[in-house]
């Protein structure tokens, strides 16, 4: 049998990482109530039967539980992912367009964004939204476009240096013109993989940020939610509370890892032989 | 050589500048809550019944109704003097706090540095020797998953193996409960650092790896390793003589910009582990709206994320001789 090469890979790679996202937000929606119901009847189940992940101290389903926080998780790094790619995508263009001085302030602002641990970047916006869910939006979609941003404003720089640019200048195309006509599709594939890699980025950090406890009130499941109320019952041997939401949540960023560098790869003409 | 102090010179005036565009971005954060420090650290009800004198100097204390340049300025004045406020959750001096807490993240952040470091470049190594063999695909998955892992879950985890289902390790805290201070041992002190250490390593090694695999194939596919090989030179003998120093040098740099990471790392494991150290401080500061606290030790942790990066570009001048002539290094 041939083996199937790598451009078949990660087409199904990508495939399955948007029909994953696809089903979980979908299932996360039609059970968001049911994730709220709590039946002591079926109380501290461990995993088995109708209750695959077990269910909690209050019976509430940990599947479903975990499907809805999950789901959510999924929604604010789409949203992350779109806000920081594109803002990653202006400032890395503006960056190395606009002359030394636009060149100099960006780069800085890189630096000093870099500077802050990220987990302290964003317990700070947190604080300085007043700790809701608004924070943790917020928080995580303007924080991950830095090294984006230092990808996209290097390739601009080589770009500018390029035949077919320098040959648009003479002709006496405006610059904004050349950006859009000439610059854009070249860093379109750049941009894309950013994009798809800032996604499990961007969930791991809410996960950890709700984790820690701030943003979103107590009974809402979201996976860094139940991952931190799971730690009270460890030491009673609740296993199931701890693994099972962690393991999805592993999973989600390994695809779009997977799906992300494949894609990446494919896209880079040095490796394209292989 | 003059130009390499120059160099270093620049290098560490951006960093100082780049301390104080932090702490000046920091406070701007704290300074936009809608959360007013007053009610949050005074209480509500506490508040009620103070005369309004009370309420007068307390303002003032907080600088209610100043301009929040000034208040800027002030607070970055008594800080550069060493006068960090006083924490409003411990009820002591900042700079106390931070001192006794650093130490205990100290210890964590630096065995966790060292055995990541020095375990991730040696895996990175050998799965580099050979693209796609046993070994290397086995590395380059371990490094994918554990980079995809949060910090926190991988602590959650240890903790149910060691702490709860094998009962060989402590569950938290750096030291035993209900035994003096002065009986604590440096053994227990140990036993209660493995766990978050351990975690901590874990995940700092998956970047350090994955970045020396890739320079090694680069370097194995270089026409100067075929031409040792066609010198008869052992495979141990091309990675001491020409492998190594190339890929300590990027190895380094990449270690050194970690700090950053390892910081961010230590703030969830010290969470899970409730380890007193400056990680649990920054978060227990932020849920209880310890403004000084907060804004301490993110200017402090940010001192160590440029100095790291200093460091980098120091040693990136120490070894490699054509950087500390071609000036700054972008």
New interface residues.
């Given amino acids: 049998m041939r083996r199937i090469n790598g451009r078949m890979m990660t087409a199904a790679l990508l495939g399955a990482a948007v029909l994953f996202l696809f089903v979980i937000t979908v299932a996360g929606h039609m059970y968001a109530e049911e994730a709220l119901v709590t039946d002591f009847s079926r109380k501290d189940l461990s995993p088995g039967g109708a209750y695959i992940f077990g269910t909690d101290w209050l019976g509430r389903d940990m599947f479903i539980r975990t499907l809805t926080g999950l789901s959510m998780s999924i929604q604010i790094g789409i949203l992350a992912a779109c806000v920081s790619s594109v803002l990653a995508l202006i400032l890395g263009v503006l960056a190395a367009t606009m002359g030394k001085t636009a060149d100099a302030l960006i780069?800085?602002v890189i630096?000093?964004v870099?500077?802050?641990?990220?987990?302290?970047l964003l317990?700070?916006?947190?604080?300085?939204?007043?700790?809701g869910f608004k924070g943790v939006v917020v928080g995580v979609a303007l924080t991950h476009w830095t090294s984006l941003a230092r990808v996209i404003r290097g390739e601009v720089l080589q770009l500018k240096e390029a035949l077919y640019i320098r040959a648009a200048q003479k002709l006496g195309m405006s610059q904004l013109k050349i950006a859009w006509k000439h610059m854009l599709p070249h860093l379109f594939p750049q941009f894309l993989v950013g994009l798809i890699l800032t996604f499990?980025h961007a969930i791991?950090h809410e996960?950890?940020i709700t984790?820690?406890?701030?943003g979103l009130p107590p009974e809402q499941p979201a996976i860094g939610i139940i991952?931190s109320e799971?730690?009270k019952y460890?030491?009673m041997?609740r296993?199931w509370l701890?693994?099972f939401p962690?393991l999805l949540?592993?999973f989600t960023?390994?695809l779009f890892?997977?799906a992300g560098?494949s894609l990446r790869k494919l896209l880079d003409p040095g490796s394209t032989h292989k | 050589m003059k130009e390499y102090f120059v160099f270093i010179g620049k290098h560490t005036i951006r960093m100082l500048l780049l301390v104080f565009f932090v702490s000046a971005a920091a406070f701007t954060l704290v300074s936009v809550s809608p959360i007013d420090p007053l009610q949050a650290n005074v209480g509500q009800a506490a508040m009620g019944s103070m005369s309004q004198e009370q309420i007068a100097k307390l303002q003032a204390y907080w600088g209610v109704g100043e301009p929040p340049l000034h208040r800027f300025f002030s607070w970055a004045g008594d800080f550069f003097r060493g006068d960090m406020g006083v924490s409003l959750l411990y009820r002591q001096p900042v700079s106390r706090v931070i001192g006794v807490k650093l130490v205990n993240s100290l210890w964590l952040m630096a065995i966790a540095w060292l055995l990541s470091g020095m375990i991730g470049f040696v895996l990175g190594i050998l799965a580099g020797l050979k693209e796609g063999s046993f070994v290397d695909r086995l590395v380059k998955g371990y490094s994918l998953l554990i980079a995809s892992t949060p910090a926190f879950w991988l602590a959650l985890v240890l903790l149910m193996i060691f702490a709860v289902w094998l009962k060989v390790l402590p569950i938290g805290l750096s030291v035993p409960i209900g035994v003096e201070t002065g009986a604590v041992t440096v053994m227990d002190r140990i036993r209660h650092a493995i766990l978050p250490a351990a975690t901590l390593s874990i995940t700092g090694i998956a970047n350090i790896t994955l970045h020396t695999r890739e320079k090694m194939i680069e370097i194995m596919e270089s026409d100067y390793v075929l031409f040792a090989r066609a010198r008869g030179e052992s495979t141990w003998s091309i990675v001491k003589n020409h492998a190594l120093r190339n890929v300590a040098l990027p190895a380094m740099t990449l270690q050194f910009a970690s700090i950053s990471e390892i910081f961010g790392g230590s703030v969830l494991v010290e969470q899970t582990f409730s380890y007193p150290g400056l990680g649990q401080a920054a978060v227990t500061a932020g849920l209880g709206s310890d403004v000084p606290l907060l804004l301490g030790i993110t200017v402090i942790s940010a001192l160590f994320v440029f100095g790291g990066n200093l460091i980098a570009n120091i040693l990136y001048g120490v070894i490699d001789p054509r950087i500390r002539r071609g000036g700054a290094r972008t």
């Avoid at chain 1, 317990?123 to 700790?131: C, E, P």
């Avoid at chain 1, 984790?211 to 701030?214: A, D, K, M, T, W």
């Fill in positions: 780069t800085w630096d000093l870099m500077g802050i641990p990220h987990i302290l317990i700070l916006i947190s604080y300085a939204f007043g700790k499990p791991l996960a950890s984790f820690l406890g701030f991952l799971s730690m460890l030491a041997g296993w701890a693994l962690g949540l592993v960023v390994v890892d997977v560098e």
